[in-house]
């Protein structure tokens, strides 16, 4: 049986060795280089779950009622059903590394093999950050298959943008298979949001405000409206019960809050907004939250208000990240391995304590 020449075997071991020497440094990395990765790092929303067929939690969402009584009451009984459950499907990404038996040979020699093998892994590394935050950006569904991890839109989808339409295969407009309308939807968990506490509060422009359906509006230009209207946003959504603390918009949102704040001094910067303001993300507070932006929302003028100790990210940590052989490419001299990860992405058991408000101008 023919054998692999030592070049080809050296270069092999040279990755899957170094691929796994750094394979936690990768991971901190991605929780590092991105603000909601930060942020769900900082509030401890990665959490594992080894295996399974699909991601489970129990939702309470039924109550029990009091009685008053007197003497000579009859009093009543009741059983009614308390609680539910949401289930998320796992979702599947890789990267690949590819080689062939031409640059293995112009790599030859223990300096080069080095710089070969780090300038690979360095770009998938720098694919699974830049993809990783594309898709939690978007929804589950932004693809009709095969299905991405979950991502902010599932947590906290637009009124208008779920309506049915035509299919669309971009990544960016909603296709019909997202959900059929902000009313009736189940991205999340596979819950209908017919059931109204099963829906996160979203806001936009001509909207009327209606508490039970969870719907608010918002008012434009932003530029002069953005910080009364994100008072009324917070109030809502916390209820003075459990406090938004984050807020991720885009860079007008941004700007215009900055400018906002421009004569007001935030004397106190702590929590996560530190942490960011330390890694090098623009940030400042509200309401004791952190608001910073990001470039890779799917929607222009869109800020979402999060409460991330109600906000989870689950991975399996025995395929998360992981190398696999090297394979080769029938009757050709290339070779390919993935760097593979499982996850469903976000979720979320109580998606009232979350929002999305986009202002039309």
């Given at each position: 049986m023919a054998t692999l020449p030592t070049l080809t075997r050296t270069i092999d071991d040279d990755f899957v060795n170094t691929w796994y020497e750094i394979r936690d440094t990768v991971t901190d990395n991605i929780m590092s280089a991105r603000v909601l990765f930060a942020a769900m790092q900082y509030h401890g929303c990665m959490k594992t779950q080894v295996g399974g067929e699909y991601v489970t939690r129990t939702v309470g969402y039924g109550k029990k009622t009091t009685q008053r009584f007197a003497k000579g009451t009859?009093?009543?009984?009741?059983?009614?059903?308390?609680?539910?459950?949401?289930?998320?499907?796992?979702?599947?990404?890789?990267?690949?590394?590819?080689?062939?038996?031409?640059?293995?040979?112009?790599?030859?020699?223990?300096?080069?093999?080095?710089?070969?093998?780090?300038?690979?892994?360095?770009?998938?590394?720098?694919?699974?950050i830049e993809d990783l935050e594309t898709y939690l950006m978007q929804w589950g569904a932004a693809y009709a298959s095969p299905l991405q991890i979950n991502g902010l839109n599932d947590i906290a989808p637009h009124v208008s943008a779920w309506a049915v339409g035509t299919l669309l295969t971009d990544?960016?407009?909603?296709?019909?298979?997202?959900?059929?309308?902000?009313?009736?939807?189940?991205?999340?968990?596979?819950?209908?949001?017919?059931?109204?506490?099963?829906?996160?509060?979203?806001?936009?422009?001509?909207?009327?405000?209606?508490?039970?359906?969870?719907?608010?509006?918002?008012?434009?230009?932003?530029?002069?409206?953005?910080?009364?209207?994100?008072?009324?946003?917070?109030?809502?959504?916390?209820?003075?019960?459990?406090?938004?603390?984050?807020?991720?918009?885009?860079?007008?949102?941004?700007?215009?809050?900055?400018?906002?704040?421009?004569?007001?001094?935030?004397?106190?910067?702590?929590?996560?907004?530190?942490?960011?303001?330390?890694?090098?993300?623009?940030?400042?507070?509200?309401?004791?939250?952190?608001?910073?932006?990001?470039?890779?929302?799917?929607?222009?003028?869109?800020m979402y208000f999060l409460n991330m100790n109600r906000l989870e990210f689950v991975y399996d940590p025995n395929y998360w990240m992981t190398m696999g052989s090297w394979l080769q490419s029938p009757n050709q001299l290339e070779r390919v391995a993935y760097i593979t990860a499982i996850s469903t992405g976000l979720l979320t058991d109580q998606p009232r304590r979350h929002g999305v408000a986009n202002w039309s101008s």
């Open positions: 009859v009093l009543t009984q009741s059983e009614p059903k308390l609680d539910t459950m949401g289930i998320w499907n796992w979702r599947n990404f890789a990267v690949d590394i590819t080689r062939s038996l031409i640059d293995d040979q112009k790599n030859a020699g223990k300096f080069k093999i080095k710089d070969y093998v780090t300038r690979r892994i360095e770009n998938a590394k720098e694919s699974i990544g960016v407009n909603y296709p019909a298979e997202a959900s059929a309308t902000y009313a009736t939807g189940t991205s999340n968990g596979g819950i209908t949001r017919v059931e109204t506490w099963w829906r996160a509060w979203a806001a936009e422009n001509a909207q009327t405000d209606n508490m039970t359906n969870k719907l608010l509006t918002t008012h434009a230009p932003y530029a002069v409206n953005l910080v009364s209207d994100m008072e009324h946003l917070y109030q809502c959504i916390s209820a003075n019960q459990e406090p938004v603390n984050l807020y991720l918009c885009d860079q007008a949102l941004y700007e215009s809050y900055a400018d906002e704040c421009s004569n007001k001094q935030q004397i106190v910067i702590n929590g996560f907004t530190k942490v960011a303001q330390d890694l090098g993300f623009d940030a400042f507070t509200f309401h004791g939250g952190t608001i910073s932006w990001t470039n890779k929302l799917a929607s222009t003028r869109d």
